[in-house]
């Protein structure tokens, strides 16, 4: 048995896998595309390495695309013979495999659980405390993530290498929370430890961002350049951040610029950089910027992954793409998917019939709320979706927007008001507000 330079206990024998797996580790860490090469070396120089396989399980699901499901499940079956012929494993290896399994049908909630209370006397374990987080970030699950962080935090070495990392989840943990001064200050902490925890780096943009400190969440992200500019595609999420503040600044080219250049340098499927790319337009089509064919490549996209309701989070990106281009054929299959959806048993399905469904009509314009308790009973639910409250914000632009066109200036009034209990007032909504004759000031 091993404990690595992260503190998980391993049962490899082979110094080179655990190199290489260390070293997948800091790439789950820091968003590098080093990951997946560090892990395929781990299984090469180790193919019974229990650990190895099932990262690879997690990273599959964590993509939330319907094709993964089997290489996630072939990860599960690997990681289970991997613990036979390791005579049963550390039992490090045997809390991940049975989070996994938990995963692989569906029940994310679950394995989050299992990480947490297999790993809770040792709460700051690097690895299964990072897949937990993901796992309840996919789900909402702010509380969670919360009580998990502020326990590793507790027990936390601040030497060990995982010290930076884990603080920057634990203040982006915070920032959920609308705890912003004291997310601003572990975030800021962790990226002195670590310059290479770009999840830091994005707590403290979020800070700056909800708080509407425009100018510092530009200076913040654009002095940050040479740490996220190394992430894999998290890079485009950094700069979908500093896309926003730029629009809210009021600066339309650089917006145009970023989106083209840093937001959507390519044109991938990935249900994150969709999102980035589908709620940016939104939002700038919303404040007056003429955004061209860019909606046709997202629709495009949406429409090719439309029968996919594996993440309702990204289904609801889809469809909001396919509104934008008024394919109302791939809208209404989509919407139907998602119906079917919660019909189902798993975590997912449990988000379609909470919020997915009544979003999803929202988003294709086949309904608007129709009263104040269905709109709180929405906002209230929204966090199911996924994601963090930014991203989500999206979602409560557009419900305002919805019942801003039924003409219920109360019910805009009011989503505003709830919105503020998160962020501050900006440009889009003052727009919406306006544009339905309401002011929250007056």
């Not at 654009?222 to 979908?240: D, L, Q, V």
């Not at 989503?415 to 503020?420: A, F, H, T, V």
Request: proline share 3%.
């Amino acid at each position: 048995m091993k404990r690595d330079a992260y503190g998980l206990v391993t049962s490899t024998d082979s110094k080179d896998a655990q190199r290489a797996f260390e070293g997948a580790v800091f790439g789950v860490a820091t968003h590098r595309p080093s990951t997946g090469p560090a892990l395929q070396m781990t299984i090469a120089a180790d193919p019974h390495h229990v650990s190895g396989h099932v990262l690879k399980g997690f990273a599959n699901l964590i993509l939330a695309r319907s094709e993964l499901a089997a290489p996630a499940a072939d990860a599960l079956k690997d990681a289970r013979t991997a613990l036979a012929v390791k005579s049963g494993g550390t039992g490090d290896e045997r809390v991940l495999v049975k989070a996994l399994e938990a995963a692989v049908d569906g029940l994310f909630s679950q394995a989050a659980d299992l990480l947490d209370y297999g790993f809770e006397d040792r709460p700051s374990v690097f690895l299964p405390f990072k897949i937990s987080q993901a796992l309840r970030f996919m789900l909402g699950d702010a509380a969670g993530m919360l009580s998990a962080s502020t326990r590793a935090v507790s027990s936390l070495d601040p030497t060990s290498n995982a010290a930076g990392f884990i603080l920057g989840c634990h203040a982006f943990s915070l920032e959920e929370h609308g705890r912003y001064q004291e997310a601003l200050d572990v975030g800021q902490r962790a990226v002195a430890l670590q310059p290479d925890d770009s999840w830091g780096l994005h707590a403290v943009s979020h800070v700056f961002e909800m708080r509407g400190d425009t100018k510092e969440g530009i200076d913040w992200l654009e002095g940050s350049r040479k740490a996220w500019s190394r992430c894999n595609n998290f890079s485009f999420h950094m700069a979908w951040h500093l896309a926003l503040l730029y629009l809210e600044r009021g600066d339309h080219d650089r917006v145009l610029q970023i989106y083209d250049d840093e937001v959507r340098p390519q044109q991938t499927d990935d249900f994150r950089d969709m999102a980035n790319a589908v709620s940016l337009l939104w939002r700038m089509q919303q404040s007056g910027i003429h955004v061209g064919s860019r909606w046709m490549d997202a629709a495009e996209i949406a429409n090719r992954r439309k029968a996919d309701t594996t993440l309702i989070f990204a289904a609801l990106h889809n469809l909001a793409a396919m509104v934008a281009i008024d394919d109302r054929k791939g809208v209404a299959e989509l919407v139907a998917q998602i119906d079917a959806k919660a019909l189902g048993m798993d975590d997912q399905a449990r988000v379609a019939a909470e919020i997915g469904v009544p979003m999803a009509r929202v988003l294709a314009g086949l309904d608007a709320p129709a009263d104040q308790r269905m709109i709180d009973r929405m906002v209230a639910n929204l966090p199911k979706i996924g994601g963090s409250n930014a991203q989500r914000d999206f979602f409560v632009l557009a419900l305002a927007k919805a019942v801003g066109r039924s003409g219920d200036n109360a019910a805009v009034s009011r989503i505003g008001q709830i919105r503020q209990r998160l962020k501050a007032d900006d440009r889009l909504f003052q727009s919406i507000e306006q544009s339905v004759g309401v002011s929250l000031s007056a």
